[in-house]
């Protein structure tokens, strides 16, 4: 197994088993995040598979745009994080969601 694939399988495994999930991943703190894809984010396959997700309007893109999460943050290679997502629900986070410090206290 390569290193590409043993990210993937890792993000896959964090997300569920659901690809979909692991490319529109919200840690964007996490150390793999910009290799969950198996694509480099200036790839013009990532950016393609970034747009088509993004322009579907799924229930999950829509729940990342009223939180301020837009198609912009997933194609570059910034620190967000400002823009961790809390999960102030329930006990744990949900796949592909992280809790503020505050929150864990």
């Known amino acids: 197994?390569?290193?590409?694939?043993?990210i993937y399988l890792k993000c896959l495994d964090c997300?569920?088993?659901?690809w979909k999930e692991v490319l529109?991943?919200?840690?964007?703190?996490?150390?793999?995040?910009?290799?969950?894809?198996?694509?480099?984010?200036g790839s013009a396959r990532y950016k393609r598979r970034i747009r088509a997700i993004f322009t579907k309007k799924t229930e999950d893109?829509?729940?990342l745009q009223k939180?301020?999460?837009?198609m912009a943050d997933f194609l570059t290679k910034r620190t967000y994080s400002h823009k961790i997502i809390s999960n102030s629900a329930g006990p744990s986070p949900n796949p592909g969601q992280v809790r503020s410090d505050a929150q864990r206290e």
């Not at 197994?1 to 043993?6: I, K, Q, S």
């Not at 529109?24 to 984010?41: A, E, K, Y």
């Not at 939180?67 to 837009?70: E, V």
């Open 61 to 63: 893109i829509t729940e």
């Open 15 to 18: 997300c569920g088993d659901s």
């Open 1 to 6: 197994m390569n290193r590409r694939r043993a």
């Open 67 to 70: 939180q301020g999460i837009n």
């Open 24 to 41: 529109i991943c919200q840690v964007f703190d996490c150390p793999l995040w910009q290799f969950r894809t198996g694509d480099t984010i």
